[in-house]
C-alpha cells in the first residue's frame, strides 16, 4: 500500500520569498510516480509537477521545482519567488507507474494550506 | 485545448435519492479516474475507467457505480444517498501515452449536497 504524509497543516509565507511544502511517502514499489497539486479555493486541482522514480533529476516546471530524495523517501515542493496568487492548498500524490500495470490511482496526503502575505 | 469538464458544479440532493454526475476528459485522454474528497476523509480514489472497463476501484460501498462510453466520457452513479455522501467529486483524465508518466488533470468537480 501507498502512503503520503504531510505534516504542515499551514504555512505563511511573505510575498517574492521561497517556501518548501514537505512531503515524504512510503511504498513497496520500485517504480512509482510524485506529483503535486494545487487546489485554490474554487476547488480545482491544477498539476504543477512530476517526478519519477527513475528520474535521476530533481524535476523543475517554472517556478517550481520538487526536491527528491529517494533514500529518505521525500518529495518536497520547493516555490521561489511566492506570489499572492500562489495562496492555495497544495497537495502531494503518488501513482504506480503505468508499467508496473497499475494503472491510474492516485494517493493523496493531507495537504498543506499555504498563505503568501504581503 | 478544453480541459476536462464535469457537469453539474453543484447539486442538491435528499437522503434516499440517486445521483448521476458527468465527466468529459481532455480529447484523445482514455482513462479516466473518480475522486471524493471531504473534509474529514481527504482525498479517496473512487474508481479509474479505461477503454470503458472498470480498471481499479477504491473502498467504497456498491451504492457508488460508474461507467465510461466510447468517447471516453464517464459517469458515476451513486444510489440511496446519505449524508456522509455530500462531497466534492473530482474527475481527472489520463492520456496513457507515455509510459511512466500517468499524469492526470482534474475537471472543476461537483460540489453534491445530501440534506
Known amino acids: 500500500a501507498q502512503k503520503i504524509t504531510q505534516t504542515q497543516p499551514g504555512m505563511f509565507v511573505q510575498e517574492k520569498e521561497a517556501v518548501t511544502l514537505d512531503c515524504t511517502y512510503d511504498t513497496s514499489d520500485q517504480s512509482y510516480g510524485l506529483f503535486w497539486y494545487k487546489q485554490p479555493s474554487s476547488g480545482e486541482m491544477i498539476f504543477l509537477i512530476y517526478q519519477g522514480s527513475y528520474d535521476e533529476q530533481n524535476a523543475t516546471e517554472g517556478r517550481y521545482s520538487l526536491n527528491f530524495q529517494k533514500a529518505r523517501k521525500s518529495a518536497n515542493l520547493v516555490i521561489s519567488a511566492s506570489q499572492l496568487g500562489d495562496s492555495a492548498m497544495y497537495f502531494c500524490?503518488?501513482?504506480?507507474?503505468?508499467?508496473?500495470?497499475?494503472?491510474?490511482?492516485?494517493?493523496f496526503g493531507t495537504g498543506t494550506q499555504l498563505k503568501v502575505e504581503l | 485545448k478544453a480541459g476536462v469538464t464535469q457537469t453539474p458544479r453543484y447539486l442538491i440532493k435528499t437522503r434516499g435519492q440517486q445521483v448521476t454526475l458527468s465527466c468529459s476528459p481532455i480529447?484523445?485522454?482514455?482513462?479516466v479516474s473518480w475522486y471524493q474528497q471531504t473534509p474529514g476523509q481527504g482525498l479517496q480514489f473512487l474508481f479509474e475507467?479505461?477503454?470503458?472497463?472498470?480498471?481499479n476501484k477504491g473502498n467504497f460501498p456498491g451504492r457508488f457505480s460508474g461507467r465510461q462510453f466510447s468517447n471516453s466520457r464517464s459517469e458515476m452513479n451513486v444510489s440511496t444517498l446519505e449524508l456522509g455522501d455530500s462531497a466534492l467529486y473530482l474527475c481527472?483524465?489520463?492520456?496513457?501515452?507515455?509510459?511512466?508518466?500517468?499524469?492526470?488533470?482534474f475537471g472543476p468537480g461537483t460540489r453534491l449536497t445530501v440534506l
Open positions: 480529447s484523445g485522454h482514455r482513462s
Open positions: 481527472a483524465s489520463t492520456k496513457l501515452d507515455r509510459p511512466s508518466t500517468d499524469t492526470q488533470y
Open positions: 500524490a503518488m501513482g504506480a507507474n503505468i508499467l508496473t500495470g497499475g494503472g491510474n490511482k492516485l494517493t
Open positions: 475507467y479505461f477503454s470503458e472497463t472498470q480498471r
